[in-house]
């Protein structure tokens, strides 16, 4: 079972229909939105606009407010989370060897990497180490499919064989 569940980091997209005249640098405008916690977003001339860091706690009105005064225009879009980086604890030391063995769509290669990595259907992967500590990501979309991905590793780790 997965314990102490915190989203280290985050990767939303939006659309921008209308631009005002930016410092374009290379076909594309960088900011910093917020310090605390630190969430840039880059705008290309499309009107694409990859907003980087954070840990889903803030709320997107916030940020979203601050970039539009930032960019000149309130078209955007809806904004869709393209990556979410996930950090948790299974609460024990875990048997990576023995685990390989019993799930489904993992990998354990320790002269590669130090963990089992697990791959699920829809992008989501799952990296567990011996420790317990376990790192979740690919997880997509809207904010309200986070909560079924994450339901899904949990499946996983309670599949995880645990050291006695």
């Given at each position: 079972?997965?314990?102490?569940?915190?989203?280290?980091?985050?990767?939303?997209?939006?659309?921008?229909?209308?631009?005002k005249?930016?410092?374009?640098?290379?076909?594309?405008?960088?900011?910093?939105?917020?310090?605390?916690?630190?969430?840039?977003?880059?705008?290309?001339?499309?009107?694409?606009v990859?907003?980087?860091?954070?840990?889903?706690?803030?709320?997107?009105?916030?940020f979203?407010?601050?970039?539009?005064?930032?960019?000149?225009s309130?078209?955007?879009?809806?904004?869709?989370?393209?990556?979410?980086?996930?950090?948790?604890?299974?609460?024990?030391?875990?048997?990576?060897?023995?685990?390989?063995?019993?799930?489904?769509?993992?990998?354990?290669?320790p002269?590669?990497?130090p963990?089992?990595?697990?791959?699920?259907?829809?992008?989501?992967?799952?990296?567990?180490?011996?420790?317990?500590?376990?790192?979740?990501?690919?997880?997509?979309?809207?904010?309200?499919?986070?909560?079924?991905?994450?339901?899904?590793?949990?499946?996983?780790?309670?599949?995880?064989?645990?050291?006695?």
């Amino acid at each position: 079972m997965l314990r102490e569940i915190s989203v280290v980091s985050m990767v939303r997209t939006l659309q921008y229909k209308e631009l005002k005249n930016l410092p374009w640098e290379h076909g594309r405008c960088s900011f910093r939105i917020s310090h605390k916690p630190k969430i840039s977003a880059v705008v290309f001339r499309s009107g694409k606009v990859l907003i980087y860091g954070g840990n889903g706690g803030e709320a997107p009105n916030q940020f979203l407010s601050e970039l539009n005064k930032k960019v000149g225009s309130d078209s955007c879009g809806e904004i869709h989370i393209s990556n979410q980086v996930i950090r948790a604890n299974v609460g024990g030391r875990v048997d990576l060897i023995s685990s390989h063995g019993e799930l489904l769509n993992c990998e354990y290669e320790p002269e590669q990497f130090p963990g089992l990595i697990i791959h699920g259907d829809d992008g989501l992967t799952m990296l567990v180490f011996s420790s317990g500590k376990v790192i979740i990501t690919g997880i997509k979309g809207d904010v309200n499919s986070t909560p079924d991905l994450i339901s899904e590793a949990v499946d996983w780790s309670n599949e995880l064989v645990m050291v006695r």
